[in-house]
């Protein structure tokens, strides 16, 4: 059990890092979208459920004896944000791209947390368990949003492009 019990501190610290991560792309996201208001609308709300899932995640971490959270992969992850959102800025489909890049992160926080699930029932984690299934039904419905909205986002874009509007965000 000491193994099961590793893994899910280091699994329990990744997702941290995760949320960390998202958190700021969220953020850069909702500071540059202009044009598409739902989605704005839709990624400010999941900003700041995803503040709530660090903290559910911080308060886990602190009651395990080797969970400590990782300063270096929060920080990584925070730079490796960053980057992608000016990377992005870049580009001249920012918005799709954004749309694109969270769509996939959606579906690489929903596999993080089934596994979290797995481990946590495994270990008989019950708060824990309840806590990641929670997250789940955020990043999945955060998800879910993406891919219904992903061709209406795709057409504005494109109609946004062609009729020289400012497209991009």
């Not at 893994?7 to 960390?20: Q, T, V």
């Not at 992969?73 to 890049?101: F, I, N, P, W, Y």
């Not at 690489?108 to 824990?128: F, H, K, S």
Request: hydrophobic share 45%.
């Amino acid at each position: 059990m000491a193994h099961t019990q590793d893994h899910f501190a280091n699994w329990l610290r990744d997702a941290h890092g995760l949320e960390e991560q998202a958190v700021t792309m969220l953020a850069a996201q909702a500071r540059r979208i202009e044009n598409y208001p739902l989605l704005k609308a839709r990624i400010e709300e999941h900003l700041a459920e995803t503040k709530g899932h660090v903290q559910a995640l911080q308060s886990l971490l602190d009651k395990l004896p080797n969970g400590r959270t990782s300063i270096l992969k929060d920080v990584t992850g925070r730079l490796s944000a960053t980057l992608q959102g000016l990377g992005g800025a870049l580009t001249h489909d920012e918005v799709v791209k954004g749309a694109m890049a969270a769509y996939a992160f959606e579906h690489v926080e929903i596999a993080t947390y089934r596994v979290l699930i797995a481990a946590a029932d495994e270990l008989g984690e019950v708060e824990a368990k309840a806590v990641f299934e929670d997250i789940l039904a955020d990043e999945v419905a955060m998800a879910s949003w993406l891919e219904e909205n992903l061709d209406d986002t795709t057409r504005l874009f494109l109609m946004r492009d062609e009729r020289e509007l400012q497209a991009k965000r």
